[in-house]
Nanobody, 123 residues
């Protein structure tokens, strides 16, 4: 059975930082691309960041987080991270990790998804 478990969310003041983690089990982690998505209250889910390590490319980021967020992974720990800096109130959302065999920025295009972790940024 496949599990993706996010952690690291919480309440932080604007300008602060958080690091999200997502531990993946039940798949050969190194064979999958991983991504982060988020969904704010009343808004559609959106792509935040995705790695391209299998193809040797650079990570891909949404314009709204470029320069502030960094996605990384540790294949030895089957874990993907999202380092979030200079957080803004508009970053408040539930953050989800996802894994897929093909590179995509589409939620539905991934094969497995986590349950999410709440990030709240106060002004």
């Amino acid at each position: 059975q496949v599990h993706l478990v996010e952690s690291g969310g919480g309440l932080v003041q604007a300008g602060g930082s958080l690091r999200l983690s997502c531990v993946v089990s039940g798949i050969t982690f190194s064979r999958y691309y991983t991504s982060w998505f988020r969904q704010a209250p009343g808004k559609a889910r959106e792509f935040v960041a995705g790695d391209s390590w299998r193809s040797g490319g650079s990570p891909n980021y949404a314009d709204s987080v470029k320069g502030r967020f960094t996605i990384s992974r540790d294949n030895s720990k089957s874990t993907v991270y999202l380092e979030m800096n200079i957080l803004k109130p508009e970053d408040t959302a539930v953050y989800y990790c996802a894994a897929g065999r093909s590179w995509t920025t589409s939620w539905a295009g991934h094969d497995y998804w986590g349950q999410g972790t709440q990030v709240t940024v106060s002004s």
